[in-house]
């Protein structure tokens, strides 16, 4: 629930912003509002974590540097 809360807060201001911008450029608030979905929808911690296992597993087999 803490992490939802904590990705909320700011994608909420994130759309506060976008509002405005979209009163005067709105191709670009469509492509802002896709990236906050983005944000929110995506565990990017988790996403990061899983990538650094992956390369590090690689790595002690050799095929990394």
């Known amino acids: 629930m803490r ?3 904590s ?3 700011p994608s909420l ?3 506060a912003v ?3 911008i979209g009163l005067l450029q709105p191709n670009v608030a469509v492509a802002l509002y896709i990236a906050i ?5 995506i565990p ?9 296992r ?4 690689r790595r ?3 095929g990394l540097p």
């Open 3 to 5: 992490s939802l809360t």
């Open 7 to 9: 990705k909320l807060d």
């Open 13 to 15: 201001v994130s759309y």
């Open 18 to 20: 976008v509002i405005g």
């Open 37 to 41: 979905a983005l944000f929110v929808i």
């Open 44 to 52: 990017f911690r988790a996403v990061i974590r899983l990538i650094r």
């Open 54 to 57: 992956a390369v590090a597993a």
């Open 60 to 62: 002690q087999k050799g």
